[in-house]
């Protein structure tokens, strides 16, 4: 599997190819309203790769250009981690992430991630990229619940009238 992730104009999408059948998921990633990043549909697309192959017994091999995706599972993972997902901006997802490869791991199924660059012509990558861009498409939202952060709207008025609106938590 290859996955990736998409932010434009506030929307947020996930896309996953899967190389042994050709075919391509994709997602629409939630909580727009509370900002937005790349790395929330990073972890998006590693996640639908995780659900589409949770009862696979093959081993599963996870394609992303995410380093910092990859980081927040590996700090979660392996012997003496003790990690506390409360502050974590993607707790939803990347909760969703952990027990899935811990049901992988229970059966003694393999599951590799494998860090690529990005926008270098890997042709998975490249698909996963397009597949990401669909999920923008996609009119409802997983991984959509509040995560119960403050927000702050500020609304300014620029000089021609219209307004400008900034969100943050």
Known sequence: YAGDGSFDKGVMGAGVY???????LSARVGRETEGGSSNRPEHGAACLALRHARDDDRTLVCVSN????LSSIERCIGEG?????HHHKNDDILREILELLHHRISHGWAMVF??????RG?????LADRAADVG???????????????????TDTSTDGHSIVRSTT
């Open 18 to 24: 899967c190389l042994t059948t050709g075919n391509s």
């Open 66 to 69: 995410s380093e910092n995706m």
């Open 81 to 85: 981690s003790l990690p506390c997902l």
């Open 114 to 119: 494998l860090k690529v660059k990005s926008h």
């Open 122 to 126: 890997e042709p998975c990558n490249e």
């Open 136 to 154: 923008r498409s996609i009119p409802e939202a997983h991984w959509n619940q509040p995560s119960g952060s403050m927000l702050f709207r500020l």
